[in-house]
């Protein structure tokens, strides 16, 4: 369940998850719990939903990997229901909890939900808030473009705040174009623990974490495994011109560029760091890993059939931009697991609703 769920391998994991039933039943609670998380991880939360609702008995667990589990596919409404229905059935949260509801309340934008939820996760519930939690709360007040919100509540903290804490408001400034905050975040960073900070972070960029330098050779691994070669996983890089598609691959792409501008999109060519021109540096955001798997899968699956693309890097603003007018265009839903959540692109709209 846990190789299905790191390489979003959906069909797998129905063939698990018959199996246990037909092999296992009745289930503990505790395999159902992985089996919701292998779902949700996999971004099919209808098949989450499904065995949520059919559990025959539940625990604090299963409450929160589905809380946790939909924010992070994007269905932040939906978790902050199931909160409230989990309140109403007059269960009590723990403090694991919270940090979904806090991640929910973030993918919503709705910041004044989750100051309550801080508010009251100690008032009615008697949860001390951990670091762990006013992290939480920095990153859905930064998330949604609240950055000096974020600031003010860091200030508040009843105890000095932790590098974490500081990572985690720079990293959201950066994202949002608020370098000057950005640098002063860094700076104590850097006093606090200064091996935090790698050569992007210290030039003023979104950092790459250790772990998403190694995600290629992890990649090369998955590649290799069974589960790879049943679910027909292709891979792409930035760039990429090998594929024996390559040439359908570009000009299907070049095709939806002007069925976009058409509908209004404009390409965001700040995100190409390279010093060309215009209309290199457009035809370099057709290059992007995101795009090309895209138009294979277009080429490849069945019309009207949903795609699915893993990307171990966050994606860039264009090609988010770029996705939603695309799955409009062709009709298709397109599912995304980027290194921060997953993005539902549905007649051009995704599920973060631009807040990643």
């Not at 950005?182 to 104590?188: I, K, V």
């Amino acid at each position: 369940m846990k190789a299905c769920g790191e390489v979003k391998a959906l069909q797998e994991a129905k063939t698990v998850h018959e199996h246990l039933i037909g092999s296992f039943s009745p289930l503990k609670i505790s395999i159902y719990n992985r089996i919701l998380e292998m779902y949700l991880k996999c971004g099919s939360t209808n098949d989450a939903f499904d065995v949520f609702e059919k559990m025959p008995r539940r625990n604090l667990t299963s409450w929160d990997t589905m809380i946790t589990g939909l924010a992070r596919n994007g269905l932040g409404e939906d978790a902050l229901d199931l909160f409230s229905q989990f309140k109403q059935a007059g269960l009590k949260p723990d403090a694991k909890m919270f940090l979904g509801v806090f991640y929910s309340c973030g993918v919503v934008g709705d910041i004044n939900e989750g100051m309550l939820h801080f508010s009251l996760m100690s008032s009615d519930f008697g949860i001390v808030p951990s670091m762990e939690h006013y992290v939480g709360v920095v990153d859905m007040l930064g998330s949604t473009g609240n950055l000096d919100e974020a600031l003010e509540f860091i200030e508040k903290m009843p105890f000095e705040a932790s590098a974490d804490v500081w990572e985690t408001l720079m990293n959201l400034c950066r994202t949002h174009g608020h370098l000057e905050l950005g640098d002063r975040c860094a700076e104590l960073v850097k006093q606090l623990d200064p091996s935090r900070l790698n050569e992007q972070s210290k030039a003023g960029l979104i950092p790459l974490k250790d772990s998403d330098l190694k995600k290629n050779e992890k990649k090369k691994l998955a590649s290799q495994s069974p589960l790879e070669v049943r679910s027909r996983v292709n891979e792409y890089r930035a760039g990429d011109t090998s594929h024996p598609a390559n040439d359908r691959i570009y000009a299907l792409l070049r095709c939806l560029k002007e069925h976009m501008k058409e509908a209004g999109y404009v390409p965001e060519t700040r995100f190409v760091l390279h010093d060309i021109d215009q209309e290199s540096k457009e035809e370099a955001l057709l290059a992007h890993s995101e795009r090309l798997a895209l138009a294979n899968g277009l080429l490849t699956s069945p019309a009207r059939g949903q795609i699915r693309i893993i990307k171990n890097l966050r994606v860039c603003g264009d090609c988010h931009a770029a996705f939603k007018i695309m799955s409009k265009i062709v009709g298709r839903e397109i599912i995304m697991r980027d290194a921060k959540r997953f993005h539902h692109f549905n007649e051009g709209l995704c599920s973060c609703r631009d807040f990643w």
